[in-house]
């Protein structure tokens, strides 16, 4: 009896098979390096952002007196989102508008144009953005019940922070429309009425017996050239040169 | 019309004491979808990402499409489709790489606040949180407990969640025999009958009697006006903190698409924009008012071009001839 009780213990501890005196093979060693060296570098980006990015740069921040007074007021705003939003758009448009403006390769009529087409998409997105973000706020919150009804089975404090984004994420959906595509195609045809108007009350020298095309030469064959190169170019009669692509298509 | 609207926007908080109707279909589908539910976990969180991905999104789909429809020439629309998509990359990329990590840090610190922010900045945001004041120094110290969490003044656990108590119709009953204090809503939600509601100070009434608090679902504390002033700051001071780096950084945003979009276009889309004939355009070409509304002015004024060859002497801007499919992809905002 003891005799079968050792064999059949000697049996199991051959036939199981043994990886303490193997070598991994080379995969399983990278695999494991590199899972290691993700650790480390997750560690490292987490220790940065909660020791450096949180404790040194906007902890300090917040906790100066103006900050306070900041958040103190920001109790009276409902709509930080769209505030913020417009504010980021405004910004950028004037960087633009600027460079434009003070681009010295442009002709001055082509900068003003360029830049009040650029002014009146941050207008039109703005007021149209604002317009439908107001009309459909009581769609969004009938929207928002049913979304926080139906999600239910989520712990609380996620389904919180989804009831609470469900809006925000609207009016940003509605500011991305407006902004990038809505009021881009709407302004374009308008800015371009205003240019031409603009044009044809401006005295312009050659005007007349220039052929449709060459009327068409657009914006930027004038921006593209530079400004000292104008004059010599007014000298030479309109050729038959068939105009740039976006002007033929008109 | 922006007047009217702060008044048209919904309270987040008093929205959680109401109650839907039952849906179904499609609506119920869309609304239980988890790829909704993530996007506004991801506005909450991170709004100027959620707004990018927004972009991302119509960049990358709304624009290409419409190009594709309404420009003839459909190499113009393929050019112009990529310019768009690279824009929108773009901004995607800038705003992850640039939001993440600073939504990331507000979140550890909204974690922790007492480990971040002074008594007097935490005292703004949760307005029951309890204070000691040094006796010798005369210091505000915050009340915590041994774990380090934060207390109330009676030295209860500060709970920062303020989703109301609810209870269902048919536990109502035996709930109000424990509870003889409190009364049950319609909508089932449970209110104190000592404190009211309030707005602006004033007390809030409905059918000429006061409206009582919600309480809090975790400790039955009565949800205030103060308490709910102190988490809209805490919400819009992360919502700040979350955007203004992305306003300020604009400038150089807007430098670093004038830069990459040709290089984009050039080499992950291998787009080189060519005449009919066959020849090589300049870019600029393409897109007049583009130019306005991008990072295109510049790009436009620097880039080699055939104007002096093709250049009338008009002085004249035709905007007139520019199609709506070929507005710029701007970096942002219209620009």
């Not at chain 2, 707005?199 to 006006?225: F, N, R, V, W, Y």
Request: hydrophobic letters at 40%; a positive charge.
């Amino acid at each position: 009896m003891m005799n079968i009780t050792s064999i059949s213990a000697n049996n199991y501890q051959a036939q199981t098979p043994s990886f303490k005196s193997q070598k991994p093979s080379t995969f399983i060693s990278l695999a494991a390096r590199g899972m290691t060296a993700a650790k480390k570098t997750n560690n490292a980006y987490n220790n940065f952002i909660e020791n450096v990015l949180a404790k040194r740069v906007l902890a300090p921040i917040l906790n100066t007196k103006f900050a306070g007074k900041l958040i103190d007021k920001s109790a009276k705003v409902n709509d930080m989102t769209s505030y913020m939003s417009t504010a980021g758009s405004v910004v950028t448009t004037g960087v633009y508008a600027n460079r434009t403006l003070n681009n010295k390769n442009l002709d001055k009529k082509a900068a003003k144009t360029l830049a009040l087409n650029q002014g009146l998409v941050l207008v039109l997105s703005t007021v149209g953005a604002f317009t439908i973000n107001d009309s459909i706020a009581k769609f969004t919150k009938k929207m928002s019940y049913k979304f926080r009804d139906l999600n239910k089975d989520l712990p609380s404090k996620v389904l919180e922070k989804r009831f609470q984004g469900f809006s925000i994420a609207q009016k940003l959906l509605t500011f991305s429309l407006m902004y990038r595509y809505i009021s881009p195609v709407l302004v374009t045809p308008i800015a371009s009425k205003i240019s031409k108007s603009l044009n044809n009350n401006a005295p312009v020298a050659a005007k007349a017996g220039q052929p449709a095309a060459a009327a068409k030469a657009t914006v930027t064959a004038v921006a593209s050239q530079p400004a000292a190169k104008a004059p010599v170019v007014a000298q030479t009669p309109a050729p038959a040169t068939p105009a740039p692509a976006p002007a033929k298509k008109a | 019309m922006i007047n009217k609207l702060p008044s048209s926007i919904m309270h987040p908080y008093s929205l959680l004491n109401a109650t839907a109707p039952e849906t179904k279909g499609l609506t119920a589908k869309f609304l239980k979808n988890k790829t909704v539910g993530q996007i506004c976990e991801t506005a909450a969180k991170n709004p100027v990402v959620c707004q990018s991905v927004f972009s991302l999104a119509v960049c990358c789909f709304a624009r290409p499409i419409t190009n594709m429809f309404t420009t003839p020439d459909k190499k113009d629309a393929s050019y112009a489709s990529c310019h768009s998509i690279s824009s929108g990359a773009i901004g995607f990329l800038w705003s992850l790489a640039l939001s993440t990590p600073i939504s990331m840090a507000m979140g550890a610190m909204l974690k922790k606040p007492q480990k971040y922010f002074k008594p007097s900045l935490i005292k703004k945001l949760y307005p029951s949180v309890g204070v000691i004041k040094d006796a010798k120094t005369g210091a505000e110290k915050l009340m915590t407990d041994a774990k380090g969490h934060l207390l109330r003044q009676n030295g209860t656990l500060l709970s920062r969640n303020i989703e109301p108590l609810k209870v269902e119709a048919d536990k109502a009953a035996e709930f109000l025999k424990k509870h003889p204090d409190l009364t049950i809503d319609k909508h089932g939600v449970v209110r104190s009958t000592t404190v009211f509601q309030t707005e602006h100070g004033k007390d809030l009434k409905k059918e000429g009697k006061k409206i009582g608090c919600a309480l809090q679902k975790s400790d039955m504390t009565p949800i205030t006006e103060e308490v709910e002033l102190g988490i809209k700051k805490e919400q819009n001071m992360a919502s700040f903190m979350n955007w203004i780096p992305d306003i300020i950084l604009a400038p150089p945003r807007a430098a670093l698409t004038i830069a990459m979009i040709p290089w984009l276009l050039k080499n992950v889309f291998g787009m080189e924009k060519t005449k009919k004939g066959g020849d090589k355009k300049p870019e600029t070409q393409a897109t007049p008012v583009a130019a306005a509304n991008t990072a295109k002015p510049v790009a436009t004024a620097t880039q080699p071009t055939t104007a002096t060859t093709v250049a009338k002497p008009v002085q004249k801007i035709q905007l007139a001839s520019i199609k709506p499919a070929q507005v710029s992809n701007n970096a942002k905002g219209g620009v």
